[in-house]
């Protein structure tokens, strides 16, 4: 999730002097402050570790009045910032109208995309709008490690993204980087190209989600890749991490950003046809809230929803609760055991003091059955782009 779209405009404050803000996130806000909203799950590229396992255009998209209305709720709720994806948002034909909505109706907004549509006339366009916040993704810091995960002449089409941007005059943008075990290498690169714009770097964790699931056990950091990854970030607090990785703080003193699990909190996704989940990462009918086609709309399902109502009620320490790490890692993130195949009250997966290792061997050799995601819109026929070893998991 994207904790560092965190703002003091929230409108949830404190019940309590005494109380942190992180019991209130505990218990829920009025609204949320990490909603991410996935306009389509069309895209032109095919990344291998895709959370939302895009590609072809669901038919019962939102419509653009849909879209509008949502952001009026939004508007009404006080919901500041959305964080845009998809699917490549960009291939929306009212995309830029959706935008200029959200503008016009104190909804600002961060939109990830692969850069391949920002071209001399986009970027200009961006650059004149207001409350507008562009994420532009890769994987690698060249080509030839970036393309190997999201597809020949991704890495090209992202760099000329940006050097649109910067030509335009946009400012600072965040250039946005998944953290595998083919890239941790390259953080002292990503760093320098982010300087190189002026941009800020961000770096998210890889979730077993989406068609994750399948490159999960190739991509993922190695132990020894993790405890690399949390003395980097130590050093650079101005990289932005989100809640990305607040199991690494066990490793010792904690990272900046949000150290708790937000699912159903102060996270939320909004997808394509307006089904909610609980986290841009669980799209499984098991997170399912909602639709905001229902009655009551989106804040009905925010407020009301017996699953983020239960999502907000205080968690089991599980097998956690001997470690006396517990208070900076919570046990981890709820997508990443989910779709391993762990339950939600083990450790994390990648649990820095091993605790999962175990049990995900057990996993394994019992070839038990684990979650696959609800939605898959790969194009059939596509292959996914990398020589990365799948491993198709027997999924229910
Ligand atoms: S499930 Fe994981 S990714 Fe989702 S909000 Fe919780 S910690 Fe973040
Ligand atoms: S045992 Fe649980 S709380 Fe302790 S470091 Fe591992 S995942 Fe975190």
Same mark, same amino acid.
């Given at each position: 999730?994207?904790?560092?779209?965190?703002?003091?405009?929230?409108?949830?404050?404190?019940?309590?002097?005494?109380?942190?803000?992180?019991?209130?996130?505990?218990?829920?806000?009025?609204?949320?402050?990490?909603?991410?909203?996935?306009?389509?799950?069309?895209?032109?590229?095919?990344?291998?570790?895709?959370?939302?396992?895009?590609?072809?255009?669901?038919?019962?998209?939102?419509?653009?009045?849909?879209?509008?209305?949502?952001?009026?709720?939004?508007?009404?709720?006080?919901?500041?910032?959305?964080?845009?994806?998809?699917?490549?948002?960009?291939?929306?034909?009212?995309?830029?109208?959706?935008?200029?909505?959200?503008?016009?109706?104190?909804?600002?907004?961060?939109?990830?995309?692969?850069?391949?549509?920002?071209?001399?006339?986009?970027?200009?366009?961006?650059?004149?709008?207001?409350?507008?916040?562009?994420?532009?993704?890769?994987?690698?810091?060249?080509?030839?490690?970036?393309?190997?995960?999201?597809?020949?002449?991704?890495?090209?089409?992202?760099?000329?993204?940006?050097?649109?941007?910067?030509?335009?005059?946009?400012?600072?943008?965040?250039?946005?980087?998944?953290?595998?075990?083919?890239?941790?290498?390259?953080?002292?690169?990503?760093?320098?190209?982010?300087?190189?714009?002026?941009?800020?770097?961000?770096?998210?964790?890889?979730?077993?989600?989406?068609?994750?699931?399948?490159?999960?056990?190739?991509?993922?950091?190695?132990?020894?890749?993790?405890?690399?990854?949390?003395?980097?970030?130590?050093?650079?607090?101005?990289?932005?991490?989100?809640?990305? +990785? !607040?199991?690494?703080?066990? &490793?010792? @003193? *904690?990272? %900046?950003?949000?150290?708790?699990?937000? $699912?159903?909190?102060?996270?939320?996704?909004?997808?394509?046809?307006?089904?909610?989940?609980?986290?841009?990462?669980?799209?499984?009918?098991?997170?399912?809230?909602?639709?905001?086609?229902?009655?009551?709309?989106?804040?009905?399902?925010?407020?009301?929803?017996?699953?983020?109502?239960?999502?907000?009620?205080?968690?089991?320490?599980?097998?956690?609760?001997?470690?006396?790490?517990?208070?900076?890692?919570?046990?981890?993130?709820?997508?990443?055991? +989910? !779709?391993?195949?762990?339950? &939600?009250? @083990? *450790?994390? %997966?990648?649990?820095?003091?091993?605790? $999962?290792?175990?049990?995900?061997?057990?996993?394994?050799?019992?070839?038990?059955?684990?979650?696959?995601?609800?939605?898959?819109?790969?194009?059939?026929?596509?292959?996914?782009?990398?020589?990365?070893?799948?491993?198709?998991?027997?999924?229910?």
């Amino acid at each position: 999730m994207n904790s560092e779209s965190v703002r003091p405009v929230v409108a949830a404050q404190p019940r309590a002097a005494t109380r942190s803000l992180v019991e209130e996130f505990k218990e829920g806000l009025d609204a949320p402050i990490c909603l991410t909203w996935e306009l389509t799950y069309a895209c032109n590229l095919s990344c291998v570790h895709c959370l939302s396992s895009s590609g072809r255009r669901d038919p019962r998209e939102l419509t653009t009045q849909e879209c509008y209305d949502l952001i009026d709720e939004f508007q009404r709720m006080k919901v500041f910032y959305v964080n845009i994806g998809g699917g490549e948002p960009m291939l929306r034909t009212d995309f830029f109208d959706i935008l200029e909505y959200a503008a016009a109706h104190d909804v600002g907004v961060k939109f990830s995309t692969n850069g391949t549509y920002i071209d001399e006339a986009a970027a200009a366009r961006l650059a004149s709008m207001d409350y507008l916040d562009i994420q532009i993704s890769i994987d690698g810091a060249d080509a030839s490690v970036n393309d190997l995960i999201r597809g020949e002449g991704s890495y090209a089409a992202a760099r000329r993204a940006m050097d649109n941007l910067a030509a335009a005059g946009f400012g600072a943008f965040k250039i946005s980087v998944v953290a595998t075990r083919h890239n941790i290498d390259q953080l002292d690169g990503f760093k320098a190209i982010a300087d190189s714009y002026g941009a800020q770097l961000r770096l998210t964790r890889l979730r077993p989600s989406g068609r994750a699931v399948d490159s999960w056990d190739e991509l993922h950091p190695t132990q020894e890749q993790q405890r690399q990854l949390y003395y980097w970030l130590l050093d650079r607090p101005d990289v932005l991490t989100g809640d990305s +990785f !607040f199991h690494l703080s066990a &490793l010792g @003193d *904690p990272l %900046p950003g949000l150290n708790l699990c937000g $699912a159903g909190r102060v996270v939320c996704l909004v997808d394509p046809v307006g089904d909610v989940y609980a986290c841009p990462f669980v799209i499984h009918d098991q997170f399912l809230a909602g639709n905001i086609r229902d009655d009551g709309g989106f804040s009905h399902i925010w407020r009301n929803s017996d699953l983020f109502v239960s999502l907000r009620e205080p968690e089991s320490e599980g097998a956690c609760t001997a470690c006396e790490m517990y208070d900076a890692c919570q046990g981890g993130c709820m997508a990443s055991k +989910f !779709f391993v195949g762990l339950e &939600l009250t @083990d *450790p994390d %997966p990648e649990c820095v003091k091993g605790a $999962a290792e175990p049990l995900l061997e057990k996993v394994g050799a019992t070839g038990s059955l684990v979650p696959r995601p609800s939605v898959d819109r790969s194009r059939p026929g596509v292959p996914v782009p990398s020589p990365v070893r799948l491993r198709k998991r027997q999924r229910v």
